[in-house]
């Protein structure tokens, strides 16, 4: 669902994930604004880019598992979160060098990278900006080519931000129940954490309209598989199984050849994270990010039917 106006929000409190797991929030002057993002933790950095509408908050799931092991760098992406937008469009390429901004401003010069959903279009863009500074590379359901999504989500995409649709769309993603019977039966599963649910709509109404528009349209139009098939550092690609939104079996088969990329794919999971789905991702999660065995089947041809 696209999304509505941007709103004041509150910061970060005491009882936050992020304040639980000791990130601190900071902005940098950016453009005609800024970005606001959340940082913290222990070891290499990890810059984070989050999924379509969100914020730093996408992946606040992974906080308590992940700061013992890298500092995370987690921006708002420019006209989402508490960024502003800016006034030239929103693509991959430009929200990349937001986020070059903010790990510029604290002074990071090495780093790991990731990036979630739409948002991995994003981390490959840094990728190709400053890909001999990237060490480890984490991409979660990506979007890699028009060809690896399905038919059926682009043409929603298409219909839902038509010129004489989308006004009626932003104004429908205002409601909570609309919001959510659209998700659970176009793109989420429905029986996903409320706690992350409830989040997602926030995030939804707070982010800008045109901004939501121009980096959805930009990003289901990237070639990014030539970039990763060329990588030779280690990279992992998360995968749920019953995504409505990738081609899951394309996109597996396009992986499995690749010696330096581990595939972690998830059965009954979904766009959607379950407290199941986020319990089996972090350990899969935390190692690689040590270096260790990753806890889970290999992947074969037959995972998939």
Request: glycine share 8%.
């Amino acid at each position: 669902m696209i999304t509505a106006e941007n709103s004041s929000a509150p910061r970060s409190t005491p009882e936050s994930p992020a304040a639980a797991a000791g990130l601190e929030e900071r902005f940098v002057d950016y453009r005609d604004g800024r970005v606001r993002y959340l940082v913290g933790g222990t070891g290499q950095p990890l810059l984070l880019a989050h999924g379509f509408t969100g914020s730093a908050e996408n992946f606040d799931t992974w906080f308590a598992d992940l700061v013992p092991l890298r500092r995370l760098v987690i921006p708002d992406l420019p006209g989402f979160g508490l960024s502003t937008q800016f006034s030239g469009k929103h693509t991959a390429t430009t929200l990349a060098d937001a986020m070059l901004a903010v790990i510029d401003a604290e002074g990071i010069e090495r780093f790991d990278l990731g990036g979630l959903c739409l948002g991995a279009c994003i981390a490959m863009a840094v990728l190709r900006r400053r890909g001999e500074f990237v060490d480890r590379l984490i991409l979660h359901t990506p979007l890699l080519e028009p060809e690896l999504v399905l038919p059926r989500f682009h043409r929603q995409a298409r219909m839902l931000t038509a010129p004489g649709v989308f006004p009626f769309v932003v104004w429908l993603a205002r409601q909570r129940r609309i919001s959510d019977w659209y998700k659970s039966h176009f793109t989420e599963d429905p029986d996903v954490d409320d706690d992350g649910a409830a989040m997602n709509f926030y995030n939804q109404q707070r982010a800008t309209p045109r901004a939501a528009k121009e980096w959805l349209h930009d990003g289901l139009q990237r070639h990014d598989s030539g970039l990763l098939k060329a990588r030779k550092r280690e990279t992992l690609v998360v995968i749920a199984g019953d995504d409505r939104i990738v081609d899951v079996p394309r996109l597996r088969d396009l992986i499995l050849p690749l010696a330096s990329v581990h595939l972690a794919l998830f059965d009954n999971a979904g766009h959607g994270w379950t407290s199941d789905f986020v319990r089996r991702q972090n350990a899969v999660l935390r190692a690689f990010l040590s270096g260790t065995p990753i806890p889970e089947p290999p992947v074969t041809t037959d995972t998939v039917a």
